[in-house]
């Protein structure tokens, strides 16, 4: 039977299907690069530092060097010498130590901070001018080029060698988890007294070219040193090497690192990939293992980007090509073996040679090419899939036409509105009013800033049903914001006679939005003042509680029943109470002030019992992004 001509037409010519394949080849590699070129775009170093823990505490560490000893004051040192090593107990000790032809003494506690008397402090301070190049003491403090000698200790105790040091915790970088990983080699030309003990060590190491893995960062050079666990430098406790002299013959030639292990203050300790605890290695533990893989010459090396990107092209071009070819049972396993694959190509290097390649960008695309591309796959085998696409199109469109509509006419009512408040501002400055005209034209200044404010939580609801609010995070004081609301509604307070009484707890800067924070407290103020019978009293509270910051406000008003507590913060609710006053309000306030603070990642919550008042409760966390953050429970 012969084809119709009309069916004929439709059918391609191999030389149209090469081309048509070509053509989706191309735009595979298209899409693919692409993909590729967004990912890498991506900051996912959390996910590449929690990779690189794993395989650092994987793989076997290093042998170390012996060219290092560690002394710590503990809890032990401190019942047998009766208090923490003061300068009598540190001058004993390096006198013992300089016996015993150590190489050098490194104090990480800062020795300003040692107590002892003046005579004391001056007889270390001479046993040291007359050894030098004998003690340092390595402090955490940062001087620019040119201020270095600033960094130098008053007599008597000019004469120790001070050195600046610093252990990088990954805190507003990297992978933000204050994980130590790296270690500062110089800092604007300056080498640190690391390096300078390494170089001693390893005199290859005086050409900074030749350090491994060295990378610059904000003026400074670092390496991210190869990790050993706790207790693989020698460690030794203060008081057996004072009076135990078998001890002094295993610290011969080496660098003697000296400093505590109290557990009475988190900065002399840091995390390690080995643990995430506060307390995790001693600060004095970790400058020796920084010494010693400096000394080894095993410092980690990072792949440079470019190797990063076409990995993540590779894989993503795999992904692309699976999902759109094979079955999808075939097509996962595929995939599945792919990202074991991506493991073992990661591990196998950091294992062998200390080479790290960071996997998040080609895990990503896997992620994202898969389920970016099954949807489109589906389009073309589903006929549905082209019917809801339109239908979610509609809705959108409803959406945006729903949301310019709240916009253009809130936008057109504050016009006049604004032009109300300027003539009502002209009038009352007039000084021909009567008592009855100017009350008139102040009642209409207060509608009208009624008006506006119900009109602006009307801007902001139009803004949350269409996801438009965006954090604006600055690091801001709370208690500077609650100043500044209780100072705007002061003129409401002396009008009813009332009085605010704050109690405003000291506070570190939190991140924030201050717009919104701003909102969420003058909507709570706001409430508190004109619920409140006139001359009573507003309590309001800051608390710093450790990781949340804490803001309440008290009233002396009728309070909430308690049936209508558990919609106290639904849209457009207000109580029979409030509805029965003659308050006005929009029944949005409330609603915004908790979708503004559960947008921080916070909390809010109100405590009453109807006829004894209200307390509304705010916590919000120290930092944003974090999911560790622990509220108290209602």
């Not at 003046?118 to 007359?130: L, P, S």
């Not at 050993?228 to 009076?243: L, Q």
């Not at 090396?301 to 999808?328: C, D, K, N, Q, S």
Request: aromatic content about 10%.
């Amino acid at each position: 039977m012969a084809v119709p001509p009309a069916l004929k037409s439709k059918q391609k010519s191999p030389e149209e299907r090469r081309w048509t394949k070509v053509l989706h080849l191309f735009l595979r590699l298209v899409i693919a690069f692409f993909l590729s070129l967004v990912i890498t775009q991506i900051k996912l170093d959390y996910i590449d530092f929690y990779i690189y823990d794993l395989w650092m505490v994987s793989k076997p560490h290093p042998k170390p060097t012996d060219t290092s000893a560690i002394i710590l004051a503990n809890l032990q040192t401190v019942n047998s010498l009766g208090s923490v090593p003061n300068f009598e107990h540190h001058l004993e000790l390096v006198r013992k130590l300089t016996d015993a032809k150590v190489k050098r003494i490194v104090f990480l506690d800062d020795l300003r901070e040692i107590e002892g008397t003046f005579e004391q402090k001056e007889m270390f301070g001479n046993f040291v001018k007359e050894h030098p190049g004998k003690v340092f003491n390595l402090i955490r403090e940062f001087k620019i080029k040119g201020q270095v000698e600033s960094l130098n200790f008053p007599p008597p105790l000019d004469a120790i060698q001070v050195e600046s040091v610093s252990h990088t915790a990954d805190t507003q970088i990297f992978a933000n988890d204050q994980v130590t990983r790296r270690t500062n080699l110089s800092y604007q030309g300056q080498d640190f007294a690391i390096l300078k003990f390494a170089q001693e060590e390893n005199p290859s190491l005086k050409d900074k070219e030749q350090v491994r893995g060295r990378f610059e960062f904000m003026e400074t050079e670092q390496v991210w040193f190869n990790y050993m666990p706790r207790f693989s430098i020698a460690t030794h406790e203060y008081n057996d090497v004072i009076v135990r002299a078998e001890f002094l013959e295993l610290l011969r030639d080496r660098t003697i690192f000296v400093g505590n292990d109290l557990n009475n203050n988190v900065r002399n300790y840091v995390r390690t990939p080995y643990s995430r605890e506060v307390n995790a290695m001693t600060v004095t533990e970790a400058h020796a293992i920084m010494l010693d893989s400096l000394i080894r010459n095993d410092a980690i090396i990072r792949a440079p980007e470019w190797i990063i990107f076409l990995l993540t092209l590779l894989i993503t071009i795999l992904t692309v090509h699976v999902v759109l070819t094979f079955r999808p049972l075939k097509g996962l396993v595929i995939i599945l073996g792919t990202t074991v694959g991506l493991a073992a190509l990661s591990f196998i290097p950091f294992l062998g040679f200390n080479y790290w390649i960071p996997i998040a960008p080609p895990l990503l695309a896997i992620f994202i090419s898969y389920y970016f591309i099954i949807p489109y796959r589906l389009i073309i085998e589903n006929r549905r899939s082209w019917e809801y696409y339109q239908s979610n199109k509609l809705l959108s469109q409803v959406e945006e036409l729903k949301t310019n509509f709240i916009s253009m006419m809130s936008h057109d009512l504050k016009t006049p509105i604004a032009r109300i408040q300027g003539m009502t501002d002209v009038i009352v400055r007039g000084e021909k009013l009567t008592t009855q005209q100017r009350e008139a034209v102040e009642t209409i200044k207060h509608s009208s800033d009624d008006l506006l404010k119900f009109i602006n939580s009307i801007l902001n609801y139009g803004k949350i049903e269409s996801q438009g609010v965006v954090l604006q995070i600055q690091s801001r004081d709370l208690n500077e914001v609650v100043e500044d609301v209780i100072r705007k509604h002061d003129f409401m307070v002396k009008l009813k006679k009332m009085q605010i009484v704050a109690h405003l707890e000291p506070q570190f800067p939190i991140q924030v939005d201050p717009e919104l924070i701003r909102q969420v407290l003058s909507n709570l103020v706001e409430n508190a003042i004109k619920y409140s019978p006139d001359g009573t009293e507003i309590r309001i509270q800051t608390k710093d509680l450790g990781e949340y910051v804490r803001f309440e406000v008290t009233d002396q008003g009728p309070g909430i029943p308690a049936d209508e507590l558990p919609n106290i913060f639904m849209k457009f609710f207000r109580s029979k109470n409030a509805k029965a006053s003659p308050i006005k309000g929009s029944g949005l306030g409330l609603y915004l002030a908790k979708y503004f603070v559960e947008l921080h990642q916070g909390k809010i919550w109100v405590e009453s019992s109807y006829g004894n008042g209200a307390t509304f409760v705010v916590e919000l966390p120290m930092e944003q992004g974090r999911k560790d953050v622990k509220g108290t429970r209602r």
